[in-house]
């Protein structure tokens, strides 16, 4: 197996929540996963220009892809508790998608750390990526009505949120073309970003959240914006995670459940936040995620 990657620092929600968060990658420690990343192979084009910044998605195709076809796509979006991170962190993720057939994309967006933005622009951009994958499709070879979204921890957050939270749009796109993945495959997500009395959350942390939202709580919480007709969900949870607790997806669950959407979560004995990541211990979670995500697609007809 290959040796770790990295090893992150993990904290109370609050914490993660607060001013100046532990990044759940650290670049200083890790250049293999350092910003701007790089990863070979990948296809990079800009999605978007905001607040200065050129936005890019890392698209890595099917072998002996010419963008013919119609194919399934997975767009990941990195964690880091909106302040830091990188879209390398999907890397791995990405090449697997690619081999058995898809389109896989690692997604940039702005940060508080680089781009000083909050929380409901990270979620713009999550929905101009989307967006934009669907409005090349064409010319990318993709399935437009077989996109999923996915991401781990705040990037779970940004692709629930793309796919279930109403308004938050960039001004001058084209809204005719819908930021809504057709599935959704998360990692530790945060998905309750206001008071809920069943996600098994200390309130108080919501209080210390709100400064960092730019936008009421409940307008960036997929939670709260739950209803029929929402895309088929597989959430990946540490039932050990102190930073994203498990109650919060317990409770997402029921209520996609109650709205008649398919939510399977698949919760993990001992295992604390970022256990999935690749590179963690001996990859064991990694492999055993990524193959439950694989059966989770084919179970949809996307992958054979």
């Given at each position: 197996?290959?040796?770790?990657?990295?090893?992150?620092?993990?904290?109370a929600?609050?914490?993660?929540?607060?001013?100046?968060?532990?990044?759940?990658?650290?670049?200083?420690?890790?250049?293999?996963?350092?910003?701007?990343?790089?990863?070979?192979?990948?296809?990079?084009?800009?999605?978007?220009?905001?607040?200065?910044?050129?936005?890019?998605?890392?698209?890595?195709?099917?072998?002996?892809?010419?963008?013919?076809?119609?194919?399934?796509?997975?767009?990941?979006?990195?964690?880091?508790?909106?302040?830091?991170?990188?879209?390398?962190?999907?890397?791995?993720?990405?090449?697997?998608?690619?081999?058995?057939?898809?389109v896989?994309?690692?997604?940039?967006?702005?940060?508080?750390?680089?781009?000083?933005?909050?929380?409901?622009d990270?979620?713009?951009?999550?929905?101009?990526?989307?967006?934009?994958?669907?409005?090349n499709a064409?010319?990318?070879?993709?399935?437009?009505?077989?996109?999923?979204?996915?991401?781990?921890?705040?990037?779970?957050?940004?692709?629930a949120?793309?796919?279930?939270?109403?308004?938050?749009?960039?001004?001058?796109?084209?809204?005719?073309?819908?930021?809504?993945?057709?599935?959704?495959?998360?990692?530790?997500?945060?998905?309750?970003?206001?008071?809920?009395?069943?996600?098994?959350?200390?309130?108080?942390?919501?209080?210390?959240?709100?400064?960092?939202?730019?936008?009421?709580?409940?307008?960036?919480?997929?939670?709260?914006?739950?209803?029929?007709?929402?895309?088929?969900?597989?959430?990946?949870?540490?039932?050990?995670?102190?930073?994203?607790?498990?109650?919060?997806?317990?409770?997402?669950?029921?209520?996609?459940?109650?709205?008649?959407?398919?939510?399977?979560?698949?919760?993990?004995?001992?295992?604390?936040?970022?256990?999935?990541?690749?590179?963690?211990?001996?990859?064991?979670?990694?492999?055993?995620?990524?193959?439950?995500?694989?059966q989770?697609?084919?179970?949809?007809?996307?992958?054979?």
């Amino acid at each position: 197996m290959p040796k770790p990657l990295f090893l992150s620092r993990r904290s109370a929600l609050g914490a993660l929540l607060a001013a100046a968060p532990a990044p759940l990658i650290s670049q200083q420690q890790n250049p293999r996963l350092s910003y701007p990343p790089d990863m070979a192979g990948a296809r990079a084009e800009v999605y978007k220009t905001a607040g200065g910044a050129d936005l890019k998605l890392w698209m890595f195709m099917p072998e002996g892809d010419k963008g013919s076809g119609r194919r399934p796509a997975i767009v990941f979006f990195f964690g880091g508790g909106w302040t830091s991170g990188s879209p390398k962190q999907f890397e791995q993720h990405c090449r697997h998608f690619a081999s058995r057939g898809m389109v896989a994309i690692a997604a940039d967006y702005r940060v508080a750390s680089r781009h000083q933005v909050k929380v409901a622009d990270c979620v713009r951009d999550a929905k101009s990526a989307v967006r934009w994958v669907r409005s090349n499709a064409g010319r990318l070879g993709i399935d437009p009505n077989r996109i999923a979204a996915g991401g781990g921890s705040a990037g779970g957050h940004l692709a629930a949120a793309a796919a279930i939270l109403p308004g938050l749009e960039e001004a001058g796109e084209d809204l005719t073309v819908s930021s809504r993945s057709n599935a959704l495959v998360l990692f530790n997500p945060a998905l309750v970003l206001a008071a809920v009395p069943d996600a098994g959350l200390d309130q108080s942390a919501f209080a210390k959240l709100a400064g960092r939202l730019g936008t009421e709580p409940e307008a960036v919480s997929p939670y709260h914006h739950v209803k029929r007709g929402a895309p088929p969900t597989i959430i990946f949870h540490g039932k050990a995670d102190t930073t994203v607790p498990y109650g919060t997806v317990e409770a997402f669950a029921r209520k996609m459940a109650a709205a008649g959407n398919r939510c399977e979560l698949e919760g993990y004995d001992g295992q604390t936040h970022g256990f999935f990541n690749y590179g963690r211990g001996n990859n064991e979670y990694f492999e055993k995620t990524l193959k439950r995500a694989d059966q989770f697609l084919v179970s949809l007809g996307w992958l054979k």
